[in-house]
């Protein structure tokens, strides 16, 4: 896969996510809303801005960022979440996949590509087989219960069979 180089956008004093956060230009598949506020101003990116609706994400590896929800995402995710009847600031820890889309862009009238609640729902991402054939993983397993931490912090982040944790725990004791 080729690597991407730096958004444009990266170096500048952002306030507010957009495309820029997603990983290589694909999507997030899992990211979760802590909570949607209304806003009657605000700055954004420099500009002030009236009546806007502000996602903030729980804490996550893609953007520390809020996200400025434009009329189609907040439509996205009334869609998603029916039971919310449309008042989207009731939402609380909603997840939600984000992906971008070409849209109109309201400088010059062409296109550009705008940053998106997707219309998939949020695939929560599976854990990864902990194996010994993958051994640069195995190893960094076998040091780390080595040096006094808990099985329980690996069990987190991967799957682990009955069979493999106790050669895990077999290796870590030799």
Request: aromatic share 6%; net charge positive; proline share 4%.
């Amino acid at each position: 896969m080729e690597e991407k180089g730096i958004h444009y956008r990266i170096g500048g004093n952002l306030t507010h996510c957009g495309c820029e956060c997603l990983p290589g230009g694909k999507d997030i598949e899992y990211i979760v809303i802590e909570k949607i506020d209304y806003v009657a101003e605000t700055k954004i990116n420099g500009r002030t801005e009236q009546n806007v609706w502000i996602a903030t994400f729980a804490k996550n590896p893609y953007t520390k960022l809020p996200m400025v929800l434009n009329s189609t995402n907040r439509k996205r995710l009334a869609k998603l979440y029916p039971d919310c009847d449309g008042y989207i600031n009731l939402l609380k820890d909603v997840p939600v996949r984000l992906t971008r889309e070409k849209c109109r862009d309201i400088q010059d009238g062409g296109e550009t590509w705008g940053l998106r609640i997707s219309r998939t729902p949020a695939k929560k991402p599976s854990k990864q087989a902990l194996t010994k054939e993958n051994k640069l993983v195995w190893d960094q397993a076998v040091n780390f219960i080595k040096s006094g931490n808990s099985l329980a912090k690996i069990k987190e982040k991967y799957e682990i069979s009955q069979e493999m944790e106790t050669q895990l725990i077999k290796e870590a004791q030799a």
